[in-house]
């Protein structure tokens, strides 16, 4: 069981390498926050990603054919949050959020719960996690197949994902204090619009799949 959870480790860690818009909201969030925030914020992205593992491992066929089927509604509506999140960045001073007090237990929730939320949006991410368990070679319908194993497999793509936030979250704060004021300002700008158009593109994607044969099935 422990080449499994090594598995299910490194399937969490490049499922969460790939630098999307929860990326880009990570590092903006440790610059501007610090590095609380950002991790929160990684944990939330890690939760979402060992949900669609559970889903995998588990072999919940509905919820696949769900996601799969209702792709154009997760993409419009997962996109349109982002895009606003990026609007909110974009026009953040973060002058005053450096002279706001202590983050707060809400505040921690709120950056947890959002990339939780904007995760489980992008249904592609299931399908690329089944892809990634396979290239690693973890059988999912005949080795995982006890509550002991799965436990094993879930916790290793949670701790994985969690590597990879700690590792990038680290990286940054540790450059953190080396940006100036107008540094900031520019970060906010720049992340704000990269998350707007990551919000735009995925927009795009649904509208494109309802235009060209990708039916929802939600009624």
């Not at 290239?135 to 969690?162: P, Q």
Request: with cysteine; glycine share 10%; net charge positive.
């Amino acid at each position: 069981m422990g080449i499994d959870f090594i598995k299910a480790f490194i399937v969490g860690f490049c499922g969460s390498v790939a630098v999307g818009p929860i990326g880009v909201l990570c590092i903006q969030r440790t610059i501007n926050k610090g590095k609380i925030s950002g991790f929160m914020s990684g944990a939330g992205a890690a939760s979402a990603d060992t949900v669609f593992a559970a889903c995998a491992v588990l072999g919940l066929a509905a919820v696949q054919s769900l996601l799969q089927h209702n792709q154009s509604v997760f993409y419009i509506a997962g996109g349109s949050m982002i895009a606003v999140i990026g609007i909110k960045i974009h026009l953040t001073n973060p002058i005053i959020q450096l002279k706001k007090p202590r983050i707060s237990k809400f505040k921690m929730f709120e950056d947890f719960y959002s990339t939780f939320l904007l995760t489980l949006t992008n249904p592609m991410t299931i399908f690329f996690l089944i892809s990634l368990f396979a290239l690693v070679k973890l059988d999912l319908t005949t080795r995982v197949n006890t509550s002991s194993s799965i436990a094993i497999v879930l916790g290793g793509v949670f701790l994985g994902a969690c590597a990879w936030w700690t590792l990038l979250i680290s990286v940054v704060n540790k450059y953190r204090k080396k940006f100036r004021l107008e540094h900031l300002w520019m970060v906010n700008k720049i992340a704000g619009i990269i998350i707007f158009l990551f919000g735009i593109i995925f927009i795009s994607e649904g509208i494109w799949k309802i235009i060209y044969g990708c039916p929802t099935t939600l009624q």
